[in-house]
């Protein structure tokens, strides 16, 4: 079987940012320097002018500042080139209504990638998908420019955008307090604590009243909202 050569490794999670240079609807970035210091959220989307992709982008839109507060900026992708984008993206604004969204403007950097060399890096051309389109990828990249989640969604599939500013809020969490969250938690919902090294540390840890041990490896924590939103939103 004849080797392919121009197969690209995604990046995984706990890795740096593969770096790129690219032109935007913004300017020029320099990924991931440009954004030391903050997260970042690079999605690609299959193309302009289509429906689903039109949608989601309002919606990040709509979203953007909240996302902001969080201290992560947003930065989208596809195979496009820039007047194509420009133009995509004026219609949004002059012509579309979506889920009672209008007059949407999108701020934020869209990439042109007609070489489908940011693509690439990225792993986000899957041929069993479409040799020509980006899927639905989305890379959270943290403030020393490491991937910590990778969420991928097939051509067909709107992504839930609860869902990415929870798993942002959830991950930064986790930084902040040392702690793991459960399934489905939301700000304000206990949090989980790490399992004890130790005979003597889960025996101690059985026994402390602000923790609440199912057994030694299962235990939870009161975590307020306020204490969460504190620590992780923008003032």
Same mark, same amino acid.
């Given at each position: 079987?004849?080797?392919?050569?121009?197969?690209?490794?995604?990046?995984?999670?706990?890795?740096?940012?593969?770096?790129?240079?690219?032109?935007?609807?913004?300017?020029?970035?320099?990924?991931?320097?440009?954004?030391?210091?903050?997260?970042?959220?690079?999605?690609?989307?299959?193309?302009?002018?289509?429906?689903?992709?039109?949608?989601?982008?309002?919606?990040?839109?709509?979203?953007?500042?909240?996302?902001?507060?969080?201290?992560?900026?947003?930065?989208?992708?596809?195979?496009?080139?820039?007047?194509?984008?420009?133009?995509?993206?004026?219609?949004?604004?002059?012509?579309?209504?979506?889920?009672?969204?209008?007059?949407?403007?999108?701020?934020?950097?869209?990439?042109?990638?007609?070489?489908?060399?940011?693509?690439?890096?990225?792993?986000?051309?899957?041929?069993?998908?479409?040799?020509?389109?980006?899927?639905?990828?989305?890379?959270?990249?943290?403030?020393?420019?490491?991937?910590?989640?990778?969420?991928?969604?097939?051509?067909?599939?709107?992504?839930?955008? /609860?869902?990415?500013?929870?798993?942002?809020?959830?991950?930064?969490?986790?930084?902040?307090?040392?702690?793991?969250?459960?399934?489905?938690?939301?700000?304000?919902?206990?949090?989980?604590?790490?399992?004890?090294?130790?005979?003597?540390?889960?025996?101690?840890?059985?026994? /402390?009243?602000?923790?609440?041990?199912?057994?030694?490896?299962?235990?939870?924590?009161?975590?307020?909202?306020?204490?969460?939103?504190?620590?992780?939103?923008?003032?």
């Amino acid at each position: 079987m004849e080797e392919n050569n121009n197969v690209n490794v995604m990046p995984r999670i706990g890795e740096k940012a593969p770096e790129f240079v690219a032109e935007t609807t913004q300017g020029q970035i320099n990924f991931p320097k440009d954004y030391k210091g903050s997260w970042a959220i690079l999605f690609s989307h299959p193309a302009d002018f289509t429906p689903v992709c039109t949608s989601e982008f309002m919606t990040f839109a709509n979203m953007e500042d909240k996302f902001a507060e969080a201290n992560c900026k947003l930065v989208g992708l596809s195979v496009d080139g820039l007047t194509s984008h420009i133009a995509w993206l004026r219609t949004i604004q002059e012509k579309i209504e979506f889920n009672g969204m209008k007059n949407i403007e999108v701020k934020f950097p869209l990439i042109e990638d007609i070489s489908m060399d940011v693509s690439s890096k990225y792993g986000m051309i899957m041929p069993g998908e479409s040799n020509t389109k980006a899927v639905r990828a989305v890379f959270f990249v943290d403030p020393k420019g490491i991937i910590r989640a990778i969420i991928y969604y097939p051509l067909s599939l709107g992504r839930n955008f /609860d869902e990415l500013y929870r798993a942002l809020i959830a991950m930064q969490t986790a930084d902040e307090f040392g702690v793991a969250t459960p399934a489905d938690w939301n700000p304000g919902d206990d949090v989980i604590i790490s399992p004890a090294g130790t005979c003597g540390a889960a025996k101690e840890r059985m026994e /402390d009243k602000d923790i609440d041990c199912k057994d030694w490896f299962f235990c939870t924590k009161k975590m307020p909202k306020d204490k969460v939103l504190k620590a992780v939103l923008k003032k």
